[in-house]
């Protein structure tokens, strides 16, 4: 382990045991001022180096990455394109493309990482989202 | 904004259509008023409210940033924070927040008449609850995502942390325990559901295992294929209930029933979260989601009448056989989560702010996603009221009489409330069920409600089946409320025990993990079975009592929210939080007052546990029967410590709130806002910078 990667790694364990703690996340000084170049804090990502990413790679997502192509001249254009936004908002909002995301957010982010198999991201998503409270009375 | 008389003139209009159908259903006083009004009135109170109130809060009171770069896009890492298409948000913001709390508690209100519980869950979340999520999301997302106990130690002070803390702990146990107890009282002695819920954990197993290995994360075509096999679970509990030889293994009774539902949320908090958990989530969202479109629809499409009068005499009298107590507090107490709950400021603080891209959208997911709810809520009254109203109290009140007499208590009571045992034979005939009579907690009463609309809507004759659809699907989203609780619950157990003992705090220790699993199943368990074993139905007193502990959250929020913006510098916009707050603040107090030393020992708790008292040492109560007396004594009391405690809370956090103010407005030194840096966002490129323009 490099001195950086062991640098990154002690920062990601800070990150997460303050995030799980629920204690003080801005007064440890962690976000307080941030160093240049760490945004990204994914547990596979070691290399501090990469966050400095342009700036599309940061814009959120849009609802589809790309256009199905059309059937025919017998769908009207605007009922294709409501049906292909629907199709993809409900990719999206059900968590169905996530793995897609998370592919994007790799090569953009840290082009030449290792990403996880869509199983081991699976899990690790499911594991992170219900440590917290997301669900109501 | 540009000036625009078109624009305008169309708001004058929805402003009219909405007053004009509110006040229909305020004066109407007749034979049924058509459900379309009550559609009518709520969509055109929230339009309003929406477009004018909550936009001016937002300008004036919160000052969104739009140029401000969100929590999700400094600390974006691909897992919680990650800035998300504001549409999707929204989506898991609401069924987030949307829960079982909006169907049961207008049903149970209805005791008073559609009136007092209509005109309160339009009110109270355009004014409150509306108000509340969207000022609390706004607060945490100025603060990096922090949660409302963390915002109520950085804000106020230890006490206002400690406060939030204990609160959300205590609403959680008992939010469980009278949840698992709607769903025993919807499952006892009706073996097509009890076997039909019972299928749902093998089916939630079997997707559980597809998502993760068969196919990893295609949770789409796992979602569909374990719906389908629902509406087997559905079909297979009518083949359940035809057999004799199975039908006996699944007539359990209440006891029974409780039993199931703690082994349930136990091995739900102990068991890895891909194998029970998660999978039966998606299913149970998918469900939630799909029929709350299915009934606004079949509502619309159908129009039902309402039968429900406006206002019955319990409203005057406080005695309603569901649950006794006065209009006032009881009816938002009983409402509250359709109008304002507390619980939904754990959710829009701490897990939605980590995925707005803009703060803008604060308006439209916080303020928007509770009016939404509060639709819901609206329609749980279409579907509660359009039964007879004679219907209604059967299946809701149990007298503990039997059937001759409890319909002829009923029928006295007017020519409104006319039903027969016939009547109630042939509705239970119809919905596939022994009996209807004293089925309470409010869920059977709706799932007949939903049954009539959508048989009558999109297939007649199906009845018996669509009741059983109604009753698995408010199960199944009960189901995730009780076992996410119990996680969380378990988590923040731990959290507070390593205080006394380090090593029972870790959350990755398998036994540590059971030890707090039992302690915490074994909180809510003990309110759940004092429900079972009550011979009244229980949810007399555990329904008030989660609507107390929930409007106290509620209460810590809007303090927290209070103080933020009085030291925003905003002192003289104070009122838009601080309004519901001081009505909350009325209500709670009331209601815990109310239901600890009220003299009617049907009421209070501190006198219902001293009349049983009284007949043990009469001597009216057999042997046998003396030690679930005295443990019901002890429940009572425990109950009137509960509620005492909900009050002293709400009013510690208040007051330290008002400290501070006090501190604030004469000069003296307060903890300093929290409110993270400014820093320019790089999102939303060419859109932001022409409006910036």
Redesign the interface.
Known sequence: MTPDEARARQREDE?LAL?????????GGL??A?EPGL????PECPDPAHAVAP??A??????LPARAVHPGWFVPNLLWRTLWLTWG????????D??ER?LG?MTR?HPGRQPM???E???WR???????????? | MKSNPLGKLIWVVVALVGAWAFGSIATHRGESINAIWFVMAAICVYLVAYRFYSAWICAKVLVLDETRATPA????????F????K??TF??HFA??????PLIGPTLAMQFGYLPGTIWILVGSVLGGCVQDMVIMFCSTR??G??L??MAR?ELGPVGGWAALIGTMMIIII?IAV?GLVIVKAMQHDPWATSTVVATIPVAVLIGLY???IR?????EG?LIGIALLIVCVVGGFWVDQTAAVRSLFDWDAKTCAWFVMIYGFAAAVLP??LL??PR??LST?LKVGVVVMLAVAIVILAPEVKMPALTEFARTGMGPIFKGDLFPFVFITV??GAI?G??A??SS??TPKLL??EKEIRMIGYGSMAMESFVAIMAVVAASILDPGVYFAINADFGRSAEETVAMISAWGPQFQVTVDQMKALAVEMGLPSLFARTGGAPSLAVGMASIFSATFGGGLMKFWYHFAIMFEVLFIL??LD??T??GR?MLQ?LGKHFWPSFGN?SSYPMTVLASLIFVAAWGYFLWQGVTDPQGGIRFLWPL?GIS?QLLAGIALSVATGIIIKMGKLRYAWVTGLPLTWLAVVCTTAAATKVFSPNPEIGFWSGANAIADRIASGAIPADKLGDAWAQVIAFRIDAALALLFAILLWVVILDMLRMTLRFTSGRPVLPL?E??YERT????QKLSTALH
Request: with cysteine; glycine share 10%.
């Open positions: 990150f995030l799980r703690q629920g204690g003080t996340v801005s007064s976000f307080d941030p945004r990204c804090l994914l700036l599309p940061l814009l959120a997502e849009p609802i908002f409900v990719r999206q909002i059900s968590g169905d996530a793995y998370y957010h982010m198999t869509r199983a991201h699976f899990a499911q594991e992170q989202k219900w440590n917290r409270l997301s669900r109501c009375c | 896009e400094r600390f974006n890492n691909g897992r919680d990650i800035p998300t298409n549409w999707v989506g898991h987030a927040i949307a829960g079982p709390g603060r990096n922090r949660s106990g963390q950085d939010l949840l998502m993760r290995s990893p994360g295609r949770v789409l979602t979260v891909w958990l998660a989530d998606y998918f509250a989560c709950s619980f939904h754990l959710v701490g897990t891209a803009n995730t409320t996410a609780g996680r969380v988590f959290d959350v989660f929930n929290s993270a840096q790089q999102l939303g490129g």
